[in-house]
Nanobody
Framework: QVQLVESGGGLVQPGGSLRLSCGFS????????IGWFRQAPGKEREGVSC????????YYAESVKGRFTIYRDNAKNTVYLQMNNLTPEDTAIYSC?????????????????????WGQGTRVTVSS
């Protein structure tokens, strides 16, 4: 059974940092690409980032480029999202998602429909 579990969310002040983790079980992470999504209150789910199975390629939403970094440790079955210089606009529930295949879709990695497996999410609140 495929399971994804996010952790690392919390309350942080503007300008602060958080590292989210997405732990996997039930499948071999080596063969899956992984995406991070977020959904702010009253807004649609937004694709934040995606990483290929061997870290050959990564993608970021324009709103987080230069501030967020996605990386993975397949040996630990974990994908991370390092978030720096956080702003109140980053407040959301962050979820990781996976799908079989080595590569993120260059033309649609940001779409929820590209992923079959989802975690429950972890809440990130950026506020002073």
């Amino acid at each position: 059974q495929v399971q994804l579990v996010e952790s690392g969310g919390g309350l942080v002040q503007p300008g602060g940092s958080l590292r989210l983790s997405c732990g996997f079980s039930g499948f071999t992470l080596d063969y899956y690409h992984i995406g991070w999504f977020r959904q702010a209150p009253g807004k649609e789910r937004e694709g934040v980032s995606c990483i290929s199975s061997s870290e050959e390629s990564t993608y970021y939403a324009e709103s987080v480029k230069g501030r967020f970094t996605i990386y993975r440790d397949n040996a630990k079955n974990t994908v991370y999202l390092q978030m720096n210089n956080l702003t109140p606009e980053d407040t959301a529930i962050y979820s990781c998602a996976s799908d079989p295949g080595y590569y993120c879709s260059a033309y649609g990695w940001w779409a929820s429909s590209e992923y079959n497996y989802w975690g429950q999410g972890t809440r990130v609140t950026v506020s002073s």
